[in-house]
């Protein structure tokens, strides 16, 4: 997947430039509220919450914020009712968009998201149009300086991974998403250490598009990154080496 791995590895930029504005913390909070209304306020039982938790933790979100956001997602704190939503659609170049959301009210969400994407060159489109396109997974990205692919196929495969792949900059190693915490688990005891670790969706075939197509891609995907509502941002879109060196 080195269309995927080209884009991961923007977003993952991304996501680090944006950890330093405060709208970060109302997406870690929304998460956690999301996984303990899921799955219980307990991180132990609860590996989604638990890995909410640690993202909350590390864009160091305050102690007090995130006790109240496990009681809000199990219903100790009262307060609008957050849902998860995921919505479909296409950007420029017919590329898949793929957009997780949490919201208090489904039917603003829709509107505003609706004409972001019409806005800039994408439209909104119905309901399993593109979501065939992704996969779930757990993904781990380890420093190519550090480990070799033999090395980490050795210990990845005691902690239950499927495979380990050239992502460019670094080794990606995937497994199944019901097994994303216990691979964790086995990496931090094994001091095994990752650069990044999500579970996320991944494209299954990736639409490669020109310099043109690729600025209006990515000025989409900073309009919807910026809703308050949007969690995370899926697309199959492979970005020129051009643009790619421009971005730095």
């Given amino acids: 997947m080195a269309g995927h791995s080209k884009w991961h590895n923007i977003q993952h930029r991304k996501s680090r430039q944006d950890a330093k504005k405060s709208k970060v913390f109302t997406k870690v909070t929304k998460e956690i509220v999301l996984a303990a209304k899921a799955g219980g306020g307990n991180p132990e039982t609860n590996p989604r919450l638990r890995t909410a938790i640690e993202a909350a933790r ?6 007090d914020k995130i006790e109240a956001a496990i009681k809000k997602g199990t219903g100790e704190l009262g307060g609008e009712s957050i849902e ?4 479909e659609g296409y950007g420029p170049g017919g590329v898949a968009i793929l957009i997780e959301a949490a919201t208090d ?15 800039n060159g994408g439209s909104m489109g119905e ?4 979501a065939w396109m ?4 757990g993904v781990f990205s380890f420093d190519k300086s550090k ?9 990845g495969l005691e902690a239950g991974i499927e495979d380990v792949s050239d992502d460019g900059e670094v080794w990606q190693v995937k497994c199944d998403p019901k097994d994303f915490a216990q691979v964790k688990s086995y990496f931090d005891e094994n001091k095994v250490v990752y650069e990044e670790a999500q579970i996320t969706m991944l494209p299954q075939n990736t639409v490669n598009v020109d310099v043109e197509t690729g600025e209006k891609l ?5 309009a919807l990154d910026d809703h308050d509502d949007v969690q995370n941002v899926y697309a199959n879109f ?11």
């Fill in 218 to 222: 990515l000025k989409l995907y900073d």
């Fill in 105 to 119: 009210n489904r039917n603003r969400t829709v509107a505003e998201l609706r004409h972001i994407l019409s806005k």
């Fill in 84 to 87: 998860e939503v995921i919505y």
């Fill in 238 to 248: 492979e970005l020129p080496d051009e643009l790619l060196e421009k971005l730095g």
């Fill in 127 to 130: 309901s399993g149009c593109v």
């Fill in 134 to 137: 992704f996969e779930k997974k």
């Fill in 147 to 155: 480990y070799s692919e033999e090395e980490l196929l050795e210990v």
């Fill in 58 to 63: 590390a864009v160091n979100l305050p102690k």
